[in-house]
């Protein structure tokens, strides 16, 4: 089934305490990306990557970090979480290919993260 | 970059049609309109893809007049499983894609 996973479904941390949500597609999508979801602020973009080692800035980068070292995986990185980043988090991807504009985005089920 | 601007909430009675407007007065040339809809705790689920004139699918049907700066989604006698919040996000050209608020559909029985 093609699909986008995301793991955990719901991460429970304290300030300080690195971690890792991960992003999974097995539709050989191109472009991948982060989104955070919060109340009254809709769906804010975090990172994109539009392949393999190429990735860029959205709307709400700060405190977050993001790698694409494979076509399938886009893992988002919490150095030094604050409670500021409680959040819904979703990842989605795309078979944009480059300087496409009609994308489809497929997002994952989304990650409760609850930073305390 | 583009934006979009949507009514923040509609009420419609089951059976009803729905029409949620979407205005993008900046559009770009290449930019396609792409409307979502999404459940809570769930991530957005693409409903249909428009260049131009008119879309139909089995879900809704979107129509965008000529100066493209606006687009209007229908969707066709409306059940409570159709309450959700719909996008109608922009490409920042091939990159950014910015999702907003979105507009709260709520089915009244």
């Known amino acids: 089934e093609a699909q986008v996973t995301q793991n955990p479904r719901y991460l429970i941390t304290v300030t300080g305490k690195k971690l890792t949500v991960t992003c999974s597609q097995n539709?050989?999508?191109?472009?991948m990306s982060w989104y955070r979801q919060d109340p009254g602020l809709g769906l804010r973009q975090i990172y994109y990557?539009?392949?393999?080692?190429?990735?860029d800035k959205g709307d709400v980068p700060e405190g977050y970090k993001v790698s694409r070292k494979e076509k399938r995986n886009f893992p988002l990185i919490l150095e030094s979480p604050s409670p500021n980043q409680t959040s819904l988090y979703f990842c989605?991807?795309?078979?944009?290919?480059?300087?496409?504009?009609?994308?489809?985005?497929?997002f994952g089920s989304g990650t409760q993260l609850s930073v305390l | 970059l583009a934006k979009t601007t949507q009514p923040i909430s509609m009420d419609s009675y089951e059976g009803q049609e729905v029409n949620i407007t979407c205005s993008h007065n900046?559009?770009?040339?290449?930019?396609?309109i792409t409307w979502y809809q999404q459940f809570p705790s769930q991530g957005p689920r693409f409903i249909i893809q428009?260049?131009?004139t008119k879309v139909t699918n089995e879900v809704a049907s979107l129509f965008i007049p000529a100066d493209r700066k606006s687009s209007t989604l229908s969707l066709p006698r409306v059940s409570l499983s159709d309450t959700a919040v719909y996008y109608c996000?922009?490409?920042?050209?091939?990159?950014?894609?910015?999702f907003g608020t979105g507009t709260k559909l709520q089915v009244i029985p």
């Open positions: 989605a991807s795309s078979p944009r290919p480059k300087y496409a504009t009609n994308e489809k985005l497929f």
């Open positions: 539709m050989n999508h191109e472009y």
């Open positions: 990557s539009m392949n393999v080692e190429v990735t």
């Open positions: 900046n559009i770009a040339t290449n930019d396609y």
């Open positions: 428009g260049y131009k």
């Open positions: 996000p922009l490409s920042g050209g091939y990159q950014k894609v910015t």
